[in-house]
């Protein structure tokens, strides 16, 4: 047998077992009882406006002031870093590590409940605000690692070529430099923006009013209340919308991805 044909037979038996996994799957569940626990009807009619202009809403909301936010700090971060003065590079360092190794779960908690106890002060918009800046802190962190790798992926090249036609290094990485490096890290930068839409799950550990919850908060208490109260189908209807939001995002990360490779 040849190398080509034992490929074609391992990849057949795959798809064997797998198929033969669904059909058990099929054969032997409770399909009574996955509908009226996961898919019950009451669970999608009766919350639909609350968990889409609510909760979906909200989600979007915070999930776009925390990436803006985080943008802009990691916009000063990395000019920190890349500034010809000692100090600013090691704090820059400093902070990039820091909020990189903490889990944005203790950062959110010490933003909403440590800061206040400490220091008798709590970020505009309360405990969401509180939330949200704790969320801009750990993507910044990770944002601003991003976006210097893309700055050091440009050919070093162009801002030779700019400084001999007499631009100064400000002009330079402004003008020339940080254009493409921005190009470059689209990607990666719009895979932070489905990370960032996911943690905003984490906000449910402050306690929110019902005008302010998102999608994780509302699925959770539509499971004790409502229509859908006693089965997981909020659950199931948060993670659709989880879905709806995020597919086209990861979509558009892998056409951007192939589109750099074939300008490459």
């Known amino acids: 047998m040849t190398r080509r044909a034992r490929e074609r037979a391992l990849t057949l038996s795959l798809y064997a077992v797998f198929l033969a996994i669904v059909v058990v799957f099929v054969l032997l569940a409770d399909w009574e009882a996955i509908s009226e626990n996961f898919f019950l009807a009451e669970g999608f009619t009766g919350t639909w406006r609350s968990m ?7 989600t979007i909301l915070y999930t776009i002031v925390a990436f803006v936010g985080g943008f802009v700090l990691a916009m000063v971060l990395v000019l920190m870093k890349l500034a010809p003065i000692p100090p600013f590079r090691w704090l820059a360092t400093a902070y990039i590590e820091l909020f990189r190794g903490l889990p944005a779960l203790v950062v959110i908690l010490f933003m909403g409940f440590g800061v206040p106890i400490a220091f008798g002060w709590r970020p505009p918009g309360g405990v969401v605000g509180a939330g949200l800046v704790a969320l801009m802190m750990v993507a910044g962190a990770y944002m601003a690692e991003t976006i210097r790798a893309g700055i050091e992926a440009v050919p070093k090249g162009q801002a030779e070529a700019a400084r001999s036609l ?19 890290v689209i990607p990666p930068l719009t895979n932070e923006l489905v990370i960032l839409l996911k943690d905003t799950s984490l906000l449910f550990v402050l306690g929110m009013a019902a005008s302010q919850q998102e999608l994780t908060v509302a699925a959770r208490n539509f499971m004790s209340t409502g229509p859908s109260a006693g089965t997981a189908t909020s659950l199931v209807f948060a993670a659709l919308l989880y879905l709806a939001i995020t597919l086209p995002l990861t979509q558009l990360v892998a056409w951007m991805e192939r589109k750099q490779k074939r300008s490459r």
């Open 52 to 58: 889409i202009l609510v909760a979906a809403k909200n």
């Open 166 to 184: 007499g631009m100064n290094g400000s002009w330079t990485m402004a003008s020339i430099v940080m254009p493409q490096a921005l190009r470059i």
